[in-house]
């Protein structure tokens, strides 16, 4: 997708970006978790500085969980992902044309947190990161679970839910996350949504068979 292209408040998307030479940037989990503290920063219609300058004056600085209603976001967290090389974010967008500035912060501020923490130059990313509108119910539950299933896909655990850096976890648990938050999702259950999932973990290695409607 161009990034010319307007993002318009209110449509969800599936985003995605790797890694440069599939260089392992989320291997460490506690890097993952710095991946994740600016996903939530910067999701912030008022954020003023960069997260580097604001953990100066707050060093102990925790996320909170992305899967909440949060005032004046940018986006809505749908689902997520921090895989080893890459990540996936499935973002309800709640203004126009903020996706672009909102992930480029994000990206940008964790490149020079890596750089900075390993003593390195250069970028961090393959590329410009990937956009693909979901269009309908089928489609973002298909998504959610692929997102959801890629650590098991890749071999990485046995379980989706010992994947610590996921959504999935808090999706089986807590049963506000379906009934209250993320209300897109068309599956009210944590017991369903469980099922939905992992009914699917050998067709999730498959993935030709749902390529089409996953990425295009």
């Not at 996320?63 to 909440?68: A, E, Q």
């Not at 996936?88 to 900075?116: A, M, P, Q, W």
């Not at 003593?119 to 410009?128: I, M, T």
């Amino acid at each position: 997708m161009k990034r010319k292209e307007t993002f318009k408040e209110g449509q969800i998307y599936h985003i995605f970006n790797k890694s440069i030479a599939n260089y392992g940037i989320f291997i460490k989990k506690e890097n993952g978790q710095q991946f994740i503290k600016r996903l939530f920063y910067y999701n912030d219609l008022f954020i003023l500085k960069p997260f580097s300058l604001y953990l100066r004056k707050n060093p102990y600085f925790t996320c909170k969980s992305l899967i909440s209603d949060v005032d004046f976001s940018k986006v809505k967290f749908l689902a997520y992902n921090i895989m080893p090389d890459h990540y996936h974010l499935l973002l309800k967008l709640l203004r126009n044309n903020i996706l672009s500035k909102y992930i480029g912060d994000v990206e940008n501020s964790y490149t020079k947190f890596f750089n900075t923490k390993y003593k390195r130059r250069g970028p961090l990313w393959q590329s410009n990161f990937k956009v693909i509108r979901i269009k309908n119910n089928e489609q973002l539950l298909h998504v959610s679970r692929y997102i959801h299933l890629n650590p098991t896909t890749k071999n990485l655990v046995k379980k989706p839910e010992d994947w610590e850096l996921s959504s999935y976890r808090e999706f089986i648990t807590n049963p506000k996350i379906l009934k209250e938050i993320v209300v897109e999702i068309s599956i009210k259950s944590p017991r369903a949504y469980k099922e939905f999932v992992e009914n699917r973990l050998n067709f999730q290695k498959k993935l030709r068979m749902i390529k089409k409607l996953i990425l295009e």
